[in-house]
């Protein structure tokens, strides 16, 4: 196995995060899906989502030694689901709090407002894919970049981790039927 202070899962939501919690738990990693407080960050092995991906360069820096997984998926795809999941629910809207508060900071540093209109959703997938490939340009090492709706899986993942596939099909969560 790689060795590694912790796992960030820095795409934003909708693209794979939950399926990749569910692969690093697989792979005997514990890893919280939505964390909405540095204290379950800071329990967990790995964390995933918007709360992670808004704040990646800052975990980069207290948690030195970690390693970065770029979720991503085909754009106008990603734009359907994401904007059918704000218009069922706003994700942090029944949170208490300092949750609530974690969240919704999250969203306004990804999406600039706490409320995403349509025309938001697409430039901050763009800007946000452009920051993290920038940020990680000098050390590419730090960082897979897995499109898991396109069929990236336990090959990709296991060979970054250096650690042996499981036996198991790779978990597919929240799978959209279009």
């Known amino acids: 196995m790689r060795t590694f202070n912790k796992i960030f899962g820095v795409g934003i939501s909708r693209t794979g995060t939950t399926s990749l919690t569910v ?3 697989c792979l005997g990693i514990p890893t919280i899906h939505w964390p909405t407080n540095m204290h ?4 967990f ?3 995933t989502d918007i709360t992670i991906a808004s704040r990646f360069k800052e975990l ?3 948690f030195q030694d970690s390693l970065f997984i770029y979720t991503e998926r085909e754009p106008a795809s990603w734009l359907r689901s994401v904007k059918q999941h704000y218009a069922k629910r706003h994700p942090a809207k ?16 990804i999406y600039g407002r706490i409320w995403p209109k349509d025309k938001d959703f697409l430039r901050a997938y763009q800007a946000h894919e452009e920051d993290v490939l920038n940020y990680f340009a000098v050390r590419p090492a730090c960082l897979l970049r897995l499109n898991i709706s396109k069929g990236d899986g336990w090959p990709k993942l296991c060979d970054f981790l250096k650690l042996p596939r499981p036996r198991i ?6 799978r959209r039927v279009s």
Not at 97 to 102: E, H, K, S, T, W
């Open 23 to 25: 692969a690093l738990e």
């Open 169 to 174: 099909p790779f978990p597919h969560r929240n």
């Open 94 to 109: 029944t949170l208490p709090g300092g949750a609530r508060i974690f969240s919704l900071e999250s969203e306004v540093i």
């Open 60 to 62: 980069d820096q207290i």
């Open 40 to 43: 379950d960050i800071k329990k």
């Open 45 to 47: 092995r790995g964390a």
